[in-house]
């Protein structure tokens, strides 16, 4: 999934070069992105890389409140057996969740995340300070999640910060950078949105953005691939030939052998 793909290359971007610091997050400079199913019996994890200094970075984003850390736990000693590294986890929560815990006692070990509660942060304030840095040509790494984030953050009025975010984006001045504002956004970003708005933000950041055009031809190549299978199926339904099939649909007849076999 080529969009995908491009989305995790520049959010691994995004987040380095100190720009979680404005989440008190410090010292993360990422290098790749890696799988997030883990093996035996299939855990799915949010996202996970390897650092530069050689340890792999977890971030977890919750919108309720997790009550113990054992699924994380789990998660992070498969990472480590995988990887052979060190794991350093942060569980970025939205919602307007202020506690949970950070640490678990195993008895035989002793557990840790970093928790970000994203409703403690001003959203106001880190909006006035993306317009600040854009009036006065200053932008820095930070500002990528501020102006990402801040829908996530406390503000005094949602539907007014949902507009100032929508503003501020084309107007970043780097191509490469609003880039990297974008992928941090549809990764991270939207998770207060209601599906409206979530419609308009994608509908006004493909103006500004080659990553989301990306993402939505490859939306509409699924779909057109899901309506190639929906034919294959309903005509193998009818006792079609595969070999008719395979023409009509242009899929290959392995695939189509494999329909069969299913139903």
Known sequence: MAGQDTIMKALTRALSDGALEVLGVRGVELQEPLPTEL?????????????????????????????????????????????????????????????????????????????????????????????????????????????????NMHVRDEGQAFERVLALIPAVPDETERDLVVSAILALGDQTLDEAQRTRLKRELRKVSKIVEELYQEGQQEGREQERREVARNLLAEGVSIDVIAKVTRLSREEIEQMKQMQ
């Open 39 to 151: 093996p035996a019996n299939t855990l799915r994890i949010d996202r996970a890389w390897r650092m530069q200094d050689g340890r792999i970075f977890h971030l977890e984003f919750q919108s309720t409140r997790e009550p113990t850390l054992h699924r994380f736990f789990e998660y992070d000693v498969r990472l480590a057996r995988a990887y052979k590294a060190n794991v350093r986890t942060v569980v970025l929560y939205h919602g307007g969740i202020t506690s949970v815990p950070e640490e678990l006692s195993i008895g035989v070990a002793v557990y840790r995340v970093e928790n970000v509660y994203l409703s403690k942060l001003d959203g106001d304030e880190a909006l006035a300070a993306v317009e600040r840095h854009l009036q006065a040509g200053m932008w820095e790494p930070g500002d990528r999640l501020r102006l990402a984030l801040a829908m």
